[in-house]
């Protein structure tokens, strides 16, 4: 079964870090490109991260500087580094798999939700 | 950045009718258009890419259409597993992904 599963979310006060990881399996995990969406609660989806199947990483403004996204081919893992997070970072945040081809999600991981707050 | 706007951002629809969502880009997008479907604490799915192509295992009621700055997502005959939030998605201007606010469509 095709699957990506996120882990690592929770609590962090402000300006603190935290590491998300998304474990893939089912599919060849080192011949995608991998990216990172977060969604705060009740709003929509925002774009966050990209690793493409060289290595090569991309960051939406909001986060770049601050996160930094990584993988593990051996391992069939994603990874996000988060590092002085703030409140507006408060959201579930999802793997997604981009359909070879497109620019479209066609798999996503269930989502590990980060709360920052003192 | 590519804007998506969505429209309306809500919109009440009996069971058997037609729901038609509507997004628009700031600018061309072309073809590289995707719309999701997202229910309450699930993942998004992906329904159509390329603005037209089915995703796997989507039933034929889901239709996508246009081209440039103008789409289209047509439920032609709304089943209750259809109440959901859509959202559209561009890939046309990478690295900058951009998804609209999303429709909400409920039941009537």
């Known amino acids: 079964e095709v699957q990506l599963v996120e882990s690592g979310g929770g609590l962090v006060q402000p300006g603190g870090s935290l590491r998300l990881s998304c474990a893939a399996s089912g599919f060849t995990f080192s011949n995608s490109d991998m990216h990172w969406v977060r969604q705060a609660v009740g709003k929509g989806l925002e774009w966050v991260s990209a690793?493409?199947?060289?290595?090569?990483?991309?960051?939406s403004d909001s986060v770049k500087g601050r996160f930094f996204v990584s993988r593990e081919n051996a391992r069939n893992s994603l990874h996000l580094q988060m590092n002085s997070l703030r409140a507006g970072d408060t959201a579930v945040y999802y793997c997604?798999?981009?359909?070879f081809g497109t620019g479209a999600f066609d798999i996503w991981g269930q989502g590990t939700m980060v709360t920052v707050s003192s | 950045e590519i804007v998506m706007t969505q429209s309306p951002a809500s919109l009440s629809v009996s069971p058997g009718e037609r729901a038609s969502l509507s997004c628009r880009a700031s600018q061309t997008v072309n073809s590289n258009l995707a719309w999701y479907q997202q229910k309450p604490g699930q993942a998004p799915r992906l329904l159509i890419y390329g603005a037209s192509t089915r995703a796997t295992g989507i039933p034929a009621r889901f239709s996508g259409s246009g081209s440039g700055t103008e789409f289209t997502l047509t439920i032609s005959s709304l089943q209750s597993e259809d109440f959901a939030v859509y959202y559209c998605q561009q890939y046309n201007k990478w690295p900058e992904w951009t998804f609209g606010q999303g429709s909400k469509v409920e039941i009537k």
């Open positions: 690793i493409g199947t060289v290595g090569d990483t991309y960051y």
């Open positions: 997604a798999r981009i359909y």
